[in-house]
């Protein structure tokens, strides 16, 4: 199953930490603070506990989202590239 991760964590070193936990579980970068990727229970969970570690007691918050397939197939992208053009998918 798709797993979605959003931060918005103050302190850099925190979130160069949770950037790199959510590489090593082979999560992609679609935002700045946001990733995707397949996990299945047991990962998205050791994904959890290892991200709450390295949040610890510093301010922030993590969103972990499962997304079934039939709700991603949902998902649209809207962009403005430059020149102005607008994609909408």
Excluded: W
């Amino acid at each position: 199953m798709r797993t979605l991760v959003s931060y918005d964590i103050e302190d850099d070193r925190i979130r160069n930490k949770i950037c790199e936990a959510c590489k090593d579980y082979g999560l992609a970068r679609i935002q700045y603070s946001v990733f995707i990727g397949d996990l299945n229970h047991n990962r998205r969970d050791e994904l959890r506990q290892r991200l709450r570690r390295i949040l610890g007691k510093n301010l922030g918050k993590i969103l972990i989202c499962p997304i079934c397939d039939k709700d991603l197939r949902l998902m649209n992208e809207i962009r403005v590239e430059p020149g102005g053009i607008i994609i909408d998918d």
